[in-house]
């Protein structure tokens, strides 16, 4: 950048709060090396989408962002364009020769050339880095989450070799942070004002080794953690059934610091499905672990997935007898996509697309009834509430219960205007499908 130069860089980042995670480490490293980071892409000379990669639906938003941003050049100050990402570690060649108004590609494990990637471009090049060894990005991090909320990644990668996901394909195999970078990222982040840590990974349970045939060190990370006088929430998404054992469980329910919320994909329940999917773990043992999750007072998030090759009408039935039984406090469930590479992806008896779609909605029907009905029954609870914004009359926000983006809310009644950011304490008054209705009582 000659004549100090600062130049103008915008960042979409598109998918999960992993990736979230990495875009505020891409923020960073650009900051320090010495660009202008701008939230209006009029204003930006350079425009970087972290992509994300997982399924058909995130593949078709990252394209229409690329396509979208790329307008820019017209309306605004744009000069170059630059894919990052899962998209781009996947199909980084096919991109190059389809999408001509990309003008730089960087994958997961090459975040660190962005700035030079940058300059690339804009000196007329069309850089293509993909080619990194799988790492952990450390550094800076730009937050992009409301204060006082921050996600905190203790991993990459994953082992597990489920047949419908591409994930090991992208990130590489499983790796991890030592315990004392984690706990000196999360003191840094509570001196800067953060007050709830939302731990991510793929496998956040597996931390230190869980599930491998001894104890891991979820436990140990939770309590040094939970030790950081600032800290008020701390909360651990990702688990998976096989790592999720007894001694994560107690560590979630009996910290005082850690929200009683565990995030547990389960995917499906018929055991022929479950084999099919190669997915770790039986019928028998998620049942035991969701049995182990109610004893111990626990809220549990779910996804599922209807539709994958082979599951029959009998099939289906299960899993629909599962979530009735069940009664999951929050869910989420997809359609299967067949993933270029993967094993499943050539799997005979295919579920056709009307029968996934419908499979679908009487699976999300079901659970709209069923959240209802737990909603309900937190009428009368006394919760403290995170302030996420105002609204007239009040304010809305989550308890410990509601994970940041993906549950519902909590509106508040209230004669006076609190603080964003902080923290008051509702009485739950109302209940809807998905969020709850509260009065100030503090």
Known sequence: MSGGERIAVGLISLGCAKNRVDSELLLGLLADGGFEIVTDPKRA????VNTCGFIEAAKRESIETL?????????????????????????????????????GFIGVNDYA????????????????????????LEGRRLLTTDPPT????ISDGCDHRCAYCAIPMIRGPYRERPLHTIVGECERLCGQGIRELALVAQDTSRYGGGGAGGPGRLPELLEALSAIRDLKWLRVLYCHPETADDAVIGAIAGIEKVCPYIDLPIQHIDGDVLRRMNRAGSPDRIRERLDRCREAGLTVRTTLIVGFPGEGEREFEALMDFARERRFHRMSAFAYS??????????????????KAERLRALMELQRGISEGRMRERIGERREVLVEGLRRGGYYGRS????????????????????VGGFRFARIVGAGEYDLIGADCD
């Not at 499943?344 to 029968?355: C, F, I, M, Y």
């Open 113 to 136: 050339d962005a700035p030079e990637v940058i300059r690339a471009a804009l000196r007329g090049e069309r850089p293509i880095r993909t080619a990194g060894p799988p790492g952990l």
């Open 150 to 153: 921050a996600y905190v990644k």
């Open 338 to 355: 067949a993933e270029d590479g993967t094993p499943a992806a050539g799997l005979p008896d295919p579920v056709p697309e009307a029968a």
């Open 45 to 48: 000379r350079a425009i970087l």
């Open 67 to 103: 396509f979208e941003m790329g307008r820019h050049r017209e309306t605004g100050e744009l000069r170059v364009l630059i894919a990052t990402g899962c998209l781009v570690q996947r199909y980084a060649g096919a991109l190059y020769g389809e999408m001509p108004e990309v003008d």
């Open 400 to 419: 410990t219960l509601e994970a940041p983006e993906i549950d519902g809310k909590i509106i508040v009644k209230s004669e006076r205007a609190p603080t």
